[in-house]
């Protein structure tokens, strides 16, 4: 098993759907994870990140179920400029700072 | 002005021909990475520097080495370059928790590399 899996999707949905991406990781020791949003050949860059049950930024919410081992993102309202590729990372912590990512979910609004 | 840039963004090269990419950071981060990225395979950790006289291999190593000239420079070497190595790289940086910052990593802008 993947130490970080992700559905590569792509998900389409129409603009104004509500849409969620689930990232499931291995390691029961992972104390960090992060959301990353990658456009087509660009840097990710980071959407947020959670450390303990989730994050919540605006239209878009992460969870953390350690029990399942899963992280989700949420993303409400969605947008036209919301298509893209999502990325999981999960680190070890504990000064690690190591990050393992998953191969990305992309997204696809449609009008 | 960009925290974290890469030079060459662009880059195609012969087999055999050694490459070097730089990247410079102006977060004062002490944690620097290279990763390259392929399709449907996602970011994989290449080498990592927790400081200037820190270095260690990531997942994926074998045909690359890296230097740590200063805090703010991290230089990735291809030493004999091979059609398997393009790939889109990425040089990343973080603070660090025991220096009372974060894991989050902060990206460069990725350069593309071609080997012939």
């Known amino acids: 098993r993947k130490e970080v899996e992700q559905d590569p999707g792509p998900f389409n949905v129409p603009e104004g759907a509500t849409v969620a991406f689930n990232c499931t990781y291995s390691?029961?020791?992972?104390?960090?994870f992060f959301w990353y949003r990658q456009d087509c050949r660009k840097e990710p860059k980071l959407l947020m990140s959670?450390?303990?049950s989730g994050n919540e930024d605006g239209r878009f919410t992460a969870q953390l179920n350690r029990a399942s081992q899963y992280i989700s993102l949420l993303i409400r309202d969605s947008k036209l400029s919301d298509s893209a590729t999502y990325l999981c990372g999960r680190g070890c912590g504990g000064g690690g700072n190591k990050l393992t990512f998953g191969t990305g979910t992309q997204l696809k609004v449609e009008l | 002005d960009a925290d974290v840039t890469q030079t060459p963004r662009n880059r195609i090269t012969k087999t055999g021909k050694r490459i070097m990419l730089e990247c410079s950071q102006t977060k004062g981060h002490d944690r620097m990475y290279w990763y390259r990225q392929d399709p449907g395979l996602g970011l994989r950790l290449i080498y990592y520097?927790?400081?200037?006289?820190?270095?260690n291999k990531g997942e994926i190593s074998d045909g690359y080495s890296v230097s740590r000239q200063a805090q703010a420079k991290f230089s990735l070497s291809l030493e004999s370059a091979i059609p398997n190595q393009t790939a889109l790289y990425f040089c990343a940086t973080s603070a660090g928790i025991a220096g009372g910052g974060t894991d989050t990593q902060y990206f460069g802008p990725g350069t593309r590399l071609t080997v012939l």
């Open positions: 520097s927790f400081d200037v006289k820190d270095i």
């Open positions: 390691n029961s020791a992972s104390q960090s």
């Open positions: 959670v450390y303990s």
